[in-house]
C-alpha cells in the first residue's frame, strides 16, 4: 500500500508492506492485466520516487518537481511606478509676523488704542489679555478677526478695533514660499486704581 503525505509543503512517500510483500514479490493489478514482479523493497521505493506524473498542460515531469500550491493571477504590470522620495529635514518655516518687529508692534499700539477703554466701562482692577485670531493671506493683508477671550468691558471690541487698523503684515513661508495663515495676537490691558 502507498500513502501519499502532505506535511508542512514537503511530498512524503510512505509505504507499507504486507507479508506477501516481504518475500520480494508484488502484485500488481491493473484493470488491463495482473503481473507479478520480484523486485526488493528499496527497487519499489526508487520506482516510486521516480514516478513520473502527466500535467494538465499535457507535459510529463518527475512527481518530486510537481509544485504544491502555487497560482498565478493575473493583472497590470507596475511599470513606471516611482516612490515618492521622504524627507527627513523639516521643513523651513517662519510665522507671520508685524513689519519691523515687536518695537514696531509696540509704537503701534501705543498710537492707535484707547487704552482707558476699559475703565470708562466698569472693569475691575487687573490685567486682562485679549487673544485676537486672525487670518494674513500670502501677500500679507489681515483679514477674519475674531477674539478668542470673553472679559467683556469692550476690552475685545477694542482689540479688534486695533487690528483691523493694523497695516500688512510679513507673511508666513513654507521654505520660502509665502502661504496664507492663521496667527494669535495678544493685547493686553491693565486697569488700575
Not at 507479478?36 to 513520473?52: I, V
Not at 509544485?67 to 521643513?91: A, H, M
Not at 485676537?132 to 479688534?160: C, P, R
Amino acid at each position: 500500500m502507498l500513502r501519499i503525505i502532505l506535511i508542512a509543503g514537503t511530498l512524503v512517500l510512505s509505504t507499507q508492506f504486507s507479508s506477501a510483500q516481504e518475500n520480494k514479490t508484488t502484485k500488481t493489478t491493473s484493470p488491463a492485466k495482473t503481473t507479478t514482479s520480484s523486485k526488493t523493497k528499496e527497487q519499489q521505493l526508487k520506482d516510486l520516487k521516480t514516478r513520473k506524473v502527466t500535467m494538465p498542460d499535457g507535459t510529463v515531469v518527475d512527481e518530486n518537481q510537481v509544485l504544491i500550491g502555487t497560482s498565478t493571477q493575473e493583472g497590470i504590470k507596475d511599470e513606471n511606478i516611482v516612490t515618492p522620495p521622504v524627507f527627513d529635514e523639516k521643513p523651513d518655516t517662519v510665522t507671520a509676523t508685524f513689519k519691523g518687529g515687536r518695537e514696531a508692534w509696540t509704537a503701534f499700539l501705543i498710537k492707535n488704542i484707547n487704552a482707558d477703554t476699559l475703565v470708562k466701562s466698569g472693569a475691575p482692577e487687573g490685567r486682562y489679555s485679549v487673544i485676537v485670531q486672525f487670518k494674513v493671506s500670502a501677500e500679507g493683508t489681515l483679514s477674519n478677526f475674531e477674539a478668542l477671550t470673553k472679559f467683556g468691558y469692550h476690552a475685545e471690541d477694542e482689540a479688534l478695533r486695533v487690528m483691523k487698523l493694523s497695516p500688512k503684515w510679513m507673511p508666513a513661508t513654507v521654505n520660502g514660499k509665502q502661504i496664507v495663515s492663521y496667527a494669535k495676537q495678544p493685547i493686553t490691558f491693565v486697569v488700575e486704581k
